[in-house]
């Protein structure tokens, strides 16, 4: 039913900060805007946005989106989550540019959730029909990294237990890895797509934003993206890295925008089947090789979190 993560929204206080960051020094690609909004893209991705940028008085989670394999998953869905006593709304076709009707939750953790199939694409096509070049075939233009595509998101909960209530079994999510710490989840990382992640949850006070990430091309690319951001004055927003996890495996560089939103830059996780039983770290195991395989400790910030859309229904 639920096939990967689609798309995010982040809240930012000014459009143009925010623009020269994700745009000009970052290299995604930008869609459209509006006086409240920015819609970009990674270069890969054939979805006309993946990342709103929104005016706001707060910075912090607007909504994630996943996307749905049929349009009659939506109905299943809404009556899934009446059954289950958590409210929705349905919100028509073109509520927002280029996506078509979709149902709105506030997930038993308290984020704000977008379900949707139809989501507009970019024109590969002339007038004739005849493919024009596919999007990843801009390399002349682009700018920055480039980011490539949306991973993952990195959620914060008051229980992860109870969270997976409803992740792994409710919504069906696979369960690639887990942290175990006294006797409970400490933290566990949640998937649709064969990745390790689409929604990590860790264990913290409540609902909260800690990362979103998007992918690059490999390692060079994490370190191009601190020459990139220290060589535009953005040195300040390295955050911590660059680095490997233990677990996942991935290379990380983590980043602040102007407003102190978090993006992890992001490459070289592994893939697995979504039947293949989870692997478990301990508590002792995650603090000296799971969160970080190599490289330096990461500083005190790095546990700070984003809040997340309060008015989202």
């Known amino acids: 039913m639920i096939l990967r993560l689609g798309h995010t929204e982040l809240f930012v206080t000014d459009l143009e900060k925010a623009r020269e960051f994700y745009v000009d020094v970052l290299g995604f690609r930008e869609h459209d ?4 909004h920015i819609y970009l893209r990674g270069v890969d991705e054939f979805d006309t946005h993946t990342l709103t940028l929104t005016k706001n008085s ?3 989670l607007g909504h994630f989106a996943l996307r749905v394999s049929d349009p009659e998953d939506l109905e299943r869905l809404a009556y899934h989550h009446k059954k289950l006593g958590i409210p929705y709304t349905r919100v028509p076709d073109g ?3 280029g996506q078509g009707a979709s149902l709105r939750i506030v997930e038993p953790n308290g984020h704000p959730i977008e379900f949707y199939h139809d989501m507009q694409q970019i024109d590969i096509f002339d007038e004739t029909g005849r493919l024009k070049r596919l999007p990843m075939r801009f390399t002349h233009t682009d700018k ?3 980011p490539l595509r949306i991973d ?3 959620l914060r909960v008051a229980s992860v237990d109870k969270a997976l209530n409803y992740w792994r079994d409710e ?7 887990y942290v175990e710490r006294d006797g409970e989840t400490f933290a566990a990382w949640t998937r649709r797509f064969p ?3 689409d929604v990590a949850l860790v264990k913290a006070s409540g609902a909260a934003l800690h990362h979103v990430a998007y992918t690059v091309q490999g390692p060079a690319e994490i370190i191009r993206t601190a020459d990139l951001l220290a060589d535009a004055g953005y040195q300040d927003s390295i955050e911590y890295g660059p680095g490997r996890h233990g677990l996942s495996n991935a290379f990380f560089l983590y980043i602040r925008d102007p407003d102190g939103n978090r993006m992890e830059i992001y490459t070289g996780d592994y893939l697995r089947d979504l039947d293949m039983p989870p692997v478990k770290w301990t508590w002792e195991d995650y603090s000296t090789r799971g969160r970080l395989w190599w490289g330096a400790a990461h500083p005190e910030r790095f546990q700070e979190t984003r809040p997340v859309n309060q008015n989202w229904l």
């Not at 805007?33 to 409240?36: G, N, V, Y």
């Not at 919504?171 to 890895?177: A, D, H, Q, Y």
Request: hydrophobic fraction near 25%; aromatic fraction near 8%; charge should be negative.
């Open 144 to 146: 920055g990294i480039p």
């Open 195 to 197: 990745g390790t992640h």
């Open 171 to 177: 919504l069906n999510f696979s369960v690639s890895e």
């Open 33 to 36: 805007s509006d006086k409240q």
């Open 152 to 154: 993952h998101v990195n």
């Open 58 to 60: 707060y910075s912090g």
């Open 95 to 97: 509520a927002e540019p």
